[in-house]
């Protein structure tokens, strides 16, 4: 069980609001456990898709969800993601994965197989926690809760930047539609939308550095006695 003593930082938010690259400074920066959320989503839908299982079949997600078989081993520059023994962490980051993790999301039994998960992550010094519903549905009694967020056409650029590092042309178009179809998915799902907690702090990065939002997110963890 989740132990309620040990601070829960929650940064949701759309993809591409920034919200992992802070989410890994901040872990990094206090030693905290660093909980990326969506790659259980992501892990899920891969392993459905590996063993041909439909995104619409609940009973068979839930049941792969809740046994899904994943380590993530400490190296260097973050983590190892090995599924079924099988390194997956540069697939796992992929559109195509993204998607299909966004249409096993939106179904209530694989949210509530990875639920349990998520919350076993609290362990001290304190937790940041990274995703979609961190501060509204899986660690709602969080001290600090942030939403941030960007336009959708910065975040399509920034993630065609991040491809044509990688040596990938992708259309701009292309990407925009990608990122908008999902949020639509994450927003407008029935069980744990995307939408801001309610005693968050909304942040935009369309007009903020990573550096100017991991300063405020550093203030509010200092208001509220957490470092
Ligand atoms: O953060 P990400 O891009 O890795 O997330 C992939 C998908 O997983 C996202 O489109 C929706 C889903 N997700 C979710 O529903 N709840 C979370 N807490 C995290 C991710």
Redesign the pocket.
Known sequence: MRNSKVPVVTIDGP?GSGK?TVAALLAREFDWQLLD???L??LTGLAASNHGVAFDDEASLEVLAEHLDVQFEPIDDGLKTILEGEEVGALLRTEEV?AM??QV?VLPGVRRALLKRQQSFACAPGLIAD????GTVVFPDAPVKVYLTASADTRAKRRQNQLQEKGIDANFDRLLADIMA?DDR?MNRAV?PLKPAENAIVLDSTRLSIQEVFNKVVDAMRQQGLI
């Open positions: 993809s992992g959320s969506g790659a989503y992501r993204g993790a966004s999301a995703g979609r519903d961190m999902r994450d744990a």
